[in-house]
């Protein structure tokens, strides 16, 4: 099992930024890929951005030259850095994982943290 614990989200006017945290613990296991999703109300949940474990990175066409996502592989946590925040940003960003223990695949989720920009 992997525990993810998230942090960072809040409520910030529209042009201010917000650093999103999310750490991951699980002795036996191999993380790979970790990334961000978000949620808005009604809506489905989808990619924000995601990281290799080699550095590469896939980013939400709509946050591009916005976000930045990195990882620290030493301390297997997750940040993704929102600048020029805009309303439509507003969701619940859940933090995705995926590790493996030997062979098998994991995909592990946080509990999410809101963000809200204000117009």
């Known amino acids: 099992q992997v525990q993810l614990v998230e942090s960072g989200g809040g409520l910030v006017q529209a042009g201010g930024s917000l650093r999103l945290s999310c750490a991951a613990s699980?002795?036996?296991?191999?993380?790979?890929?970790m990334g961000w999703y978000r949620q808005a109300p009604g809506k489905q949940r989808d990619l924000v951005a995601v990281?290799?474990?080699?550095?590469?990175?896939n980013y939400a066409d709509s946050v591009k030259g916005r976000f930045t996502i990195s990882r620290d592989n030493a301390k297997n946590t997750v940040l993704l850095q929102m600048n020029s925040l805009k309303p439509e940003d507003t969701a619940v960003y859940y933090c995705?994982?995926?590790?493996?223990?030997?062979?098998?695949?994991?995909?592990?989720w946080g509990q999410g943290t809101q963000v809200t920009v204000s117009s």
């Open positions: 995705n994982v995926v590790a493996y223990e030997g062979i098998r695949k994991y995909d592990y």
């Open positions: 699980g002795s036996r296991f191999s993380i790979y890929d």
């Open positions: 990281i290799g474990r080699g550095g590469k990175t």
